[in-house]
């Protein structure tokens, strides 16, 4: 019932954009709060943007005004535009929902219960 499926991932250059995509099933969905984390080679995940099922988005610091999060609550979907990627937004790249999160604990973290797979962005210089 779990389902989060990511896509869109790829390699670019720096200054380069790409649009991931994560489609949840409708009971993923209904939980409220989604999101995107990401790891790195050698690094600890990091949180990168939430949403809740009201459409308060946030993007943490790492992105913000590069990053944009935004849904598809007919298609279930969730989406991360990025432009401007940098060498160190290389990372791969999780979809995650939690049922436990609403309300003022819904924000961009790093401890999202559910994850995807993943997708892989890498960014060369």
């Known amino acids: 019932q779990v389902r989060l499926e990511e896509s869109g991932g790829g390699s670019v250059q720096a200054g380069g954009s790409l649009r991931l995509s994560c489609v949840a099933s409708k009971f993923t969905f209904d939980w409220g709060c989604m999101g995107w984390v990401r790891q790195g080679p050698g690094k600890e995940r990091e949180a990168v943007a939430s949403t809740n099922k009201y459409g308060n988005f946030a993007v943490a610091d790492s992105g913000r005004g590069r990053f944009t999060i935004s849904q598809d609550n007919a298609a279930n979907t969730l989406y991360l535009q990025m432009n401007n990627l940098k060498p160190e937004d290389t990372a791969m790249y999780y979809c995650?929902?939690?049922?436990?999160?609403?309300?003022?604990?819904?924000?961009?973290?790093?401890?999202?219960?559910?994850r995807g797979q993943g997708t892989q962005v890498t960014v060369s210089s």
């Open positions: 995650a929902a939690d049922p436990r999160f609403s309300g003022g604990n819904c924000y961009p973290r790093s401890d999202f219960l559910h």
